[in-house]
């Protein structure tokens, strides 16, 4: 019985020293992103918004395009969508500029988003994030919109 007992307790103390083990090698707490995003604003019949994710000190800057309602097809069934360019941009309010990245877009009953660059930033720095829509390609029968017009969001980047 005294040997039982003694296994039992060996055990009970190996146990203990492995979860305290693995309770000081598990991260006190993951960053965490949080996501900010501009009003979704119509340009040329395309709903556009721009957005910024901070986890940390990272800024990761990106755009969303999109159909404003559900599209019909065209005489004769042909489906049309709306091609446009869109570019998304970083910056720092009042200072450095980040980086942009272009991207062609169709859209028909959908909605692409358009990734943009992904940075370190300093504490305490606001940054800008762009989205900007320009006339691409257009289809049979589509005039081309006006263009470029944007969308922005500035967001705070605290520690």
């Known amino acids: 019985m005294k040997q039982i007992v003694k296994r039992g307790a060996a055990v009970l103390a190996a146990g203990v020293a492995v979860a305290g083990a693995l309770a000081v090698s598990s991260p006190a707490s993951a960053a965490t992103a949080t996501t900010t995003c501009s009003d979704r604003v119509l340009i040329a019949g395309l709903l556009t918004k721009a957005c910024v994710d901070v986890t940390g000190t990272q800024a990761r800057f990106y755009g969303t395009v999109g159909a404003a309602g559900?599209?019909?097809?065209g005489p004769g069934g042909v489906?049309?969508?709306q091609r446009a360019e869109a570019e998304v941009?970083?910056?720092v309010v009042g200072g450095l500029f980040l980086?942009?990245?272009?991207?062609?877009v169709s859209i028909w009953n959908n909605?692409?988003?358009?990734?943009?660059?992904?940075?370190t930033i300093t504490c305490g720095s606001t940054v800008r994030a762009e989205v900007k829509l320009s006339q691409g390609p257009v289809g049979p029968g589509r005039p081309g919109f006006s263009g470029p017009a944007s969308v922005t969001?500035?967001?705070?980047v605290g520690c």
Do not use: K, L, N
């Open 70 to 73: 559900i599209s019909e097809p």
């Open 79 to 81: 489906i049309t969508p």
């Open 89 to 91: 941009s970083g910056q």
């Open 99 to 104: 980086g942009a990245r272009r991207q062609s």
């Open 111 to 119: 909605t692409v988003t358009v990734e943009g660059v992904t940075e």
């Open 153 to 156: 969001v500035d967001v705070p």
